[in-house]
């Protein structure tokens, strides 16, 4: 069964920093397009930033560019997100997700979901 689990998600004043893990139980590991995605209340679940399973392209949306990070550890089968300078707009649900061989950005291209980590910005 593919497992996605996210850890490290919590409280913390604008301008601060989190590091969002996602562990994850499939296999190969190293052939998954992984991403983050938040969903805040009352508005649909956005991409937020990937990393492509070869490990060499990566995506983000606009107002991550800069703050954010995402890096991926094939042989821990786990992927990162480092926000810096969090903003109160960040506040969100956060998910991470897999797509097989593929490199897509839309969170509908992804085939497995965690369960997500919240992550709150207070100002």
């Known amino acids: 069964q593919v497992q996605l689990v996210e850890s490290g998600g919590g409280l913390v004043q604008a301008g601060g920093s989190l590091r969002l893990s996602c562990a994850a139980s499939?296999?190969?590991?190293?052939?998954?397009?992984t991403g983050w995605f938040r969903q805040a209340p009352g508005k649909e679940r956005e991409s937020v930033v990937a990393i492509s399973w070869r490990g060499g392209s990566t995506y983000y949306r606009d107002s991550a560019k800069g703050r954010f990070t995402i890096s991926r550890d094939n042989a821990k089968n786990t992927v990162y997100l480092q926000m810096n300078s969090l903003k109160p707009e960040d506040t969100a649900v956060y998910y991470c997700a897999a797509l097989y061989l593929g490199t897509s950005f839309p969170p509908v291209a992804y085939d497995y979901w965690g369960q997500g980590t919240q992550v709150t910005v207070s100002s």
């Open positions: 499939i296999r190969p590991f190293s052939l998954y397009t």
